[in-house]
């Protein structure tokens, strides 16, 4: 609200009311309006490094299921294991949290899940494969001293017997 002054005529006294009322035009007044920005500061030092976040480790140095609560592997191989880190157990396919940080003789580690589901049923038997079976096929062996032709004649001659087969194709 605008400060509005008080016209004195002569006679008027002087109240507490029209007191107060000049001091807050006063006070009012003594704020005046918003200047321009000044000039940015330099820039300050940077800050020290954080704490990294929480970090996954995989192996089978934690193990032994639901059962585990605030437990020291020694033999994990985490040397500098947080709070909230995980470690997956490869083999089992549990997960367990760092509880406690610090090193593998004194981080912490507590069964958290497992992200493996129960055993599937047996599937069922798949078709026979295909192999080198069949009759045998007589071929001669090279004796060194072939020329190309009868080289690629002896080997296209094996591709032959391979692609009657099913073993592969031939292009």
């Known amino acids: 609200m605008a400060y509005e002054p008080t016209v004195w005529k002569t006679g008027d006294l002087i109240s507490a009311e029209k007191l107060n009322k000049m001091e807050m035009g006063i006070q009012n007044e003594q704020v005046g309006p918003q200047g321009e920005p000044g000039t940015p ?11 990294r976040g929480s ?15 605030e437990q ?26 760092c509880v406690q ?16 589901g129960p055993k599937g049923d047996t599937g069922a038997a798949g078709a026979d494969g295909v192999g080198l079976t069949g009759e045998a096929q007589t071929m001669e062996k090279l004796a060194g001293s072939e020329e190309a032709a009868e080289i690629a004649t002896k080997v296209n001659a094996i591709i032959d017997v391979l692609v009657a087969r099913g073993i592969c194709t031939s292009s």
């Open 101 to 116: 940080a610090g090193d593998a003789d004194t981080a912490t580690w507590s069964y958290e899940l497992s992200i493996m």
């Open 72 to 97: 020291v592997f020694a033999s994990s191989g985490v040397t500098d294991a947080l709070t909230n880190d995980r470690y997956l157990n490869t083999d089992e396919g549990n997960v367990y949290i």
């Open 55 to 69: 970090k996954w480790f995989s192996g089978t140095g934690i193990s032994g299921g639901s059962g585990i609560e």
């Open 41 to 51: 500061g330099t820039p300050g030092e940077a800050g020290e490094d954080g704490i």
